[in-house]
T-cell receptor
Framework: DAMVIQNPRYQVTQFGKPVTLSCSQT?????MYWYQQKSSQAPKLLFH???????NEADTPDNFQSRRPNTSFCFLDIRSPGLGDAAMYLC?????????????FGPGTRLLVL | GENVEQHPSTLSVQEGDSAVIKCTYS??????FPWYKQELGKGPQLIID?????GEKKDQRIAVTLNKTAKHFSLHITETQPEDSAVYFC???????????FGPGTSLSVIP
């Protein structure tokens, strides 16, 4: 089935140790997003790619970076994770349908920072 | 920028009753309003959406209404079932290449 896949589903890292989360999609959507979601909160957009055009949210910390080597894959790199970066990280993709974008989310990666 | 408010933050209903979640938005240019259901430990799942040229949309037990004049939209779930228990997010967007703004979420509990 076409879908958004995130690996790993759970990631444990140490304070300050770089970590990479990955997302892949078989939907052939041209837009991919990374969201951070903390407990009992709405997803918070970190950045998105419209094709290869990278768009960073103004309040996304410099500690967070992203790569999109091709249409299907997108990576989230956290250079020096802090305790406050423990969260669920959601990848989403979208297609333009009649002028609006419908976003489809992956299952998320839960990051624990020790 | 767009701001989306959502009420109530928590909602408990008896199985078989109806549940209503209400959202308001601030940007009159918003024209797309999706609703997401998020179960514990999973990503949000799109359950229904509505565009600004439509006042109501229904899909089985789920319906969404939109009042553009008042800038509010609502999710209605009829004949609720325990598996409807989840967090529901409303959202608004002004369209292509614009980000989706989420409401803070409603935690729905359906009591058997």
């Amino acid at each position: 089935d076409a879908m958004v896949i995130q690996n790993p589903r759970y990631q444990v890292t140490q304070f300050g140790k770089p970590v990479t989360l990955s997302c892949s999609q078989t939907l052939n959507h041209n837009v991919m997003y990374w969201y951070q979601q903390k407990s009992s909160q709405a997803p918070k957009l970190l950045f998105h790619y419209y094709d290869k055009d990278f768009n960073n949210e103004a309040d996304t910390p410099d500690n967070f970076q992203s790569r999109r080597p091709n249409t299907s894959f997108c990576f989230l790199d956290i250079r020096s994770p802090g305790l406050g970066d423990a969260a669920m990280y959601l990848c989403a993709t979208s297609r333009v349908l009649a002028g609006v974008e419908t976003q489809y989310f992956g299952p998320g990666t839960r990051l624990l920072v020790l | 920028g767009e701001n989306v408010e959502q009420h109530p933050s928590t909602l408990s209903v008896q199985e078989g009753d109806s549940a209503v979640i209400k959202c308001t938005y601030s940007d009159s240019a918003s024209n797309y309003f999706p609703w997401y259901k998020q179960e514990l430990g999973k990503g949000p799942q799109l359950i229904i959406d509505i565009r600004s040229n439509v006042g109501e949309k229904k899909d089985q037990r789920i319906a969404v209404t939109l009042n553009k004049t008042a800038k509010h939209f609502s999710l209605h779930i009829t004949e609720t079932q325990p598996e409807d228990s989840a967090v529901y997010f409303c959202a608004a967007s002004t369209g292509s290449r614009d980000k989706v703004i989420f409401g803070p979420g409603t935690s729905l509990s359906v009591i058997p």
